[in-house]
């Protein structure tokens, strides 16, 4: 409802009025300046992936090394659909033979799929270090955009808000093996679209490209949309609060534009959404509401994040409990304070987001209140709501500060902005004294401004600096055995049965043999693996159910030494060799290698080495 584009017919790269703009406001044409920032971008998005760089073939997350390879496996899984012509919503590639709901799972449809050719040409492992730096890069870009075109008119305000946006250290600490939570280049459009809705004679046309960008931001990460959506509202309410005149001028139009958007979002993605919460292995919540109780710490806000230059990996352990969402640090945090004092009076979107501010960190604390890694006995916001609410059973509290981070990149832009000299933002000035009573802020004297600027650039500097984030940590991983890569395997795996590797592919244990279906493009089949599906009940758990063989298989690798084994063991392992639709059971180098060999052998018979590999082939056992 509140247009915040104003852009004035004085500054150095305008052209032309836009003809289709009631308003009449000129266009502004891409510049050098432009081209500058989103260069600076790539190459912050090159650094922060280097370690990944250095061997590509060998290297995932050192912090979150199997979600590192669950996304290697997701982009394998678009090549795959892309190839074969497959329903890209379900992959029955992975916890054979029930199969995974992709649309239930992180399964960023919306670039695994674009980037199939990539994938098929360099595999997943070159995929993934290109995206996630490219998603980084092109989040801060859409950000500057947003930022320059809409709201300030100092292209360097508006590059040190874009790269807050785009490498915030909550940002960069989800880039540690979660690509979906840094693909937000979306989200800067979808939220200028929300602002904008209304011009007059425009609500149809912006109304189809807002239900556009929300349908394909719905395949790239719903929770990411679910919060901006949230951060609108709040938004949009704030400006009534403070513009009813606007407000009852443009609800109309404003209103028109959603209702048209919501329809054309609805009618993109209506089938997925049904197939997300119907399909074949869908779900209802997760067991146990197992993300309720992760509220943000209040010591994270001022604290220097792990993956900055400004960090240290010792204090994550005191309470880096939860993801690190904020980690700010204390000088960034005394800069938005002194921003929103400063601009409080004479800026509307300062005042929306130190609103946006302070309502998310308080919904962030979660049901108990946390400081200094201590859980205190003071009920946070989340202890009055319902574990089974619709939606919120599925939140981490701690993520909606992800929110604060947009808002607080906001401040950065218009902080810079301000301290350039006055009149400088582009926030509309009110119609009328009604329409926003609140005095302007007096311009200050030449003397004044002659030290403000270097003091007010200093702080915003030296605040950002700290969080300038260093190259993710990244661990060295062998390749899939040659037997698996040179498709050795085919021989023994025909049309509908499973290569079952030992150990089975599980959220804890299975990082290697996960890799073994990512990067031979999942051409057979494998058992358990890494994903949310359904349990007996229908709630949604980690992985697939264990099996008595799989959970045995666990138990003796973390024992070092084989157990007793029984004939009801033997039994049961066929038994559940038979449920998988297995043909072969593979055991590749693993650093229990002799111990597993021994449990398999005592299990199926002795076994043959084949290649690089130990292989037991049991289709005389089950068929």
Request: glycine share 10%; hydrophobic share 45%.
């Amino acid at each position: 409802m509140v247009d915040p584009s104003l852009n004035p017919t004085s500054a150095p790269d305008a052209v032309a009025p836009d003809a289709n703009d009631p308003h009449g406001r000129p266009r502004r044409r891409p510049g050098r300046a432009d081209v500058l920032a989103i260069g600076a971008y790539a190459l912050i998005g090159v650094l922060v992936c280097l370690n990944y760089w250095v061997d590509v073939q060998h290297r995932v997350s050192s912090h979150l090394p199997t979600d590192h390879s669950w996304f290697e496996w997701l982009f394998t899984h678009g090549a795959y659909s892309v190839r074969h012509l497959e329903n890209p919503l379900f992959s029955a590639r992975q916890n054979a033979p029930d199969g995974v709901n992709m649309m239930a799972n992180t399964s960023l449809l919306g670039m695994t799929i674009p980037l199939a050719p990539v994938t098929l040409l360099f595999g997943p492992q070159v995929t993934y270090a290109l995206y996630l730096g490219g998603a980084l890069a092109a989040t801060a870009a859409t950000s500057y955009w947003m930022l320059s075109r809409h709201l300030v008119r100092s292209r360097a305000g508006a590059f040190v808000g874009g790269a807050f946006l785009g490498f915030a250290p909550g940002i960069v600490h989800h880039a540690n093996g979660q690509p979906n939570f840094v693909s937000n280049f979306l989200l800067p459009v979808i939220v200028a679209r929300v602002l904008r809705a209304g011009r007059p004679g425009r609500w149809r046309r912006d109304g189809v490209v807002l239900g556009l960008l929300v349908a394909y931001q719905i395949f790239i990460n719903e929770e990411m949309l679910l919060l901006t959506a949230l951060a609108c509202l709040v938004a949009v309410v704030a400006y009534v609060v403070q513009r009813p005149g606007g407000a009852r001028a443009r609800a109309g139009g404003f209103l028109a534009t959603l209702g048209v958007g919501g329809g054309v979002a609805l009618l993109i993605t209506a089938y997925p959404i049904w197939y997300q919460f119907n399909g074949p292995q869908s779900y209802r919540g997760l067991q146990g509401g197992v993300f309720h109780n992760w509220g943000e710490d209040l010591m994270a806000f001022v604290t220097f994040a792990r993956d900055t230059v400004a960090g240290d990996e010792a204090v994550e352990k005191t309470i880096g409990l939860t993801e690190q969402n904020t980690w700010f640090g204390w000088p960034l945090v005394l800069v938005v304070l002194a921003a929103l004092v400063l601009l409080w009076r004479r800026s509307l979107a300062a005042r929306i987001a130190g609103v946006l501010v302070v309502v998310f960190t308080v919904a962030a604390i979660g049901p108990k209140v946390r400081f200094d890694g201590v859980e205190t006995t003071v009920d946070g916001p989340w202890a009055y709501i319902p574990d089974d609410l619709p939606l919120v059973e599925m939140m981490m509290p701690t993520r909606l500060t992800l929110v604060v981070t947009g808002a607080v990149g906001v401040l950065l832009a218009l902080a810079w902005d301000a301290v350039g000299g006055p009149g400088r933002s582009r926030v509309p000035a009110p119609r009328s004294a009604a329409d926003d009573p609140t005095p302007a802020a007096p311009a200050g004297t030449p003397g004044r401004r002659r030290w403000v600027r270097p003091v007010g650039y200093a702080a915003i500097t030296l605040a950002v600096l700290p969080l300038f984030p260093r190259p993710l940590p990244a661990q060295h991983i062998d390749l899939p055995p040659h037997f698996v890569t040179a498709g050795g395997w085919r021989p023994y795996v025909p049309a509908g049965r499973t290569l079952v590797p030992v150990p089975i592919p599980s959220n804890v244990h299975g990082l290697p043999t996960l890799r073994w279906s990512a990067l031979t493009g999942h051409e057979f089949p494998v058992p358990g693996g890494y994903f949310i599906g359904p349990n007996e009940l229908g709630q949604g758990v980690f992985g697939a159910p264990n099996r008595p063989t799989s959970t045995l298989i666990y138990a003796t690798m973390d024992a070092g030494t084989v157990p007793a084994l029984t004939e009801e063991n033997r039994r049961q392992a066929v038994a559940d060799l038979r449920f998988w639709k297995a043909s072969v059971v593979v055991l590749g180098a693993h650093p229990r290698e002799a111990v597993l060999r021994d449990l398999m052998t005592g299990l199926l018979g002795p076994a043959q080495r084949v290649d690089d590999v130990w292989l037991w082939d049991v289709r005389p056992l089950v068929d």
